[in-house]
């Protein structure tokens, strides 16, 4: 099946700002010292050690006003969203590295 040249050209807008802004969360957990794993999906990767680590970021994200994955004893999984979102994931992600 293929697209109607229209709505194509509309998905590869919203595939382009997608990479473009998960990029730029993957920047910013850098920026704070997180090394995350190359990712081409629409979500990155933060690995936690230790007993409870990611249940205890899980909440202080969700405390903040954001949902994110965890994976007991491995770590989160985090969906790149709206920009407004992702920057406060990343103010979150900061103060927990």
């Known amino acids: 099946a293929s697209l109607h040249p229209a709505a194509e050209r509309e998905l590869l807008q919203r595939v382009d700002a997608l990479v473009a802004e998960r ?12 090394s ?3 990712t081409q999906a629409n979500f990155v990767w933060l690995a936690l050690d230790g007993e409870g680590a990611a249940t205890a ?7 903040a006003g954001v949902t994110v ?3 007991a004893g491995h770590g ?7 920009a407004a979102a992702n920057d406060v ?3 979150v992600a900061a103060r927990r590295n």
């Open 57 to 63: 970021f899980a909440a202080a994200a969700e405390e």
């Open 89 to 91: 994931f990343l103010q």
């Open 23 to 34: 990029e730029r969360v993957v920047a910013g957990l850098a920026a704070a010292g997180w």
């Open 76 to 82: 989160v999984r985090v969906t790149v969203a709206e």
């Open 69 to 71: 994955r965890p994976f």
């Open 36 to 38: 995350v794993p190359t």
